[in-house]
């Protein structure tokens, strides 16, 4: 069993549609990151959360230390936000992560 | 551009040889963490280094080895390469404050080949 599980694996959207992807974790966790990463390799962290919630933008995260889950919302999402959207947790002195969902904005 | 800037962008390399990849930190940090992500697949934490201590480990076998320095620029290497050492090698930097996990910052990542 994973220690971070992300849903959906595949998510396409609609251009302007509200998205939601979601992370839950089974082990204790210092902070837990959102990632996203374009075709090509390249890697920007998005949000740094160890609780509560975040807005960037039009992306917001949320977190809940007790249910152990977070999720990573889009709003009034566009094809520009096509990318791999990763969830990592770090233990204090390990990293896991998600295996990614794969988003799809159609124009 | 996140400042931290990754050496080779990418290298082939034969089963058995040994490679050395090197990671510039965004100026001020001192913490810095390698992945290796395989084609396909989500990363995976090697190590980390703090303050040029190994700070955390993944599963990773011995053959997979860091060095930060003193400027905390730093290294992954990994002796006898096998085929499934291909992967995309990404390092980020983050400034660790007492008691709490920064922000990461990625670079670019190598590419790397064994054939």
């Known amino acids: 069993k994973n220690e971070v599980e992300q849903s959906p694996q595949n998510l396409t959207a609609q251009e302007g549609e509200f998205i939601t992807i979601n992370c839950s974790y089974s082990v204790g966790i210092s902070a837990l990151h959102w990632l996203q990463q374009h075709p090509g390799g390249g890697i920007v962290s998005l949000f740094m959360l160890s609780s509560g919630k975040k807005k960037h933008g039009r992306l917001i995260a949320t977190i809940n230390i007790q249910e152990k889950h977070s999720s990573l919302h889009i709003t009034a999402s566009h094809p520009r936000d096509s990318a791999v959207y990763i969830c990592?947790?770090?233990?204090?002195?390990?990293?896991?992560f998600g295996t990614g969902t794969s988003l799809t904005v159609i124009p | 551009e996140t400042g931290v800037t990754q050496s080779p962008t990418h290298l082939i390399k034969t089963r058995g040889q040994q490679v050395t990849l090197r990671c510039s930190s965004q100026?001020?940090?001192?913490?810095v963490s390698w992945y290796q992500q395989a084609l396909g697949q989500g990363p995976q934490f090697i190590f980390q280094y703090y303050r040029e201590e190994e700070n955390g480990r993944g599963n990773f076998p011995p053959r997979f080895s860091g060095l930060q320095f003193p400027n905390y620029s730093s290294e992954l290497n990994v002796n006898a390469l096998e085929l499934d050492d291909s992967a995309l090698y990404l390092c980020?930097?983050?400034?660790?404050?007492?008691?709490?996990?920064?922000?990461?910052?990625f670079g670019p990542g190598t590419r790397l080949l064994v054939l």
């Open positions: 980020a930097s983050s400034q660790a404050l007492a008691g709490g996990q920064e922000t990461q910052y």
């Open positions: 100026s001020g940090h001192n913490t």
């Open positions: 990592a947790v770090f233990t204090g002195n390990q990293f896991y």
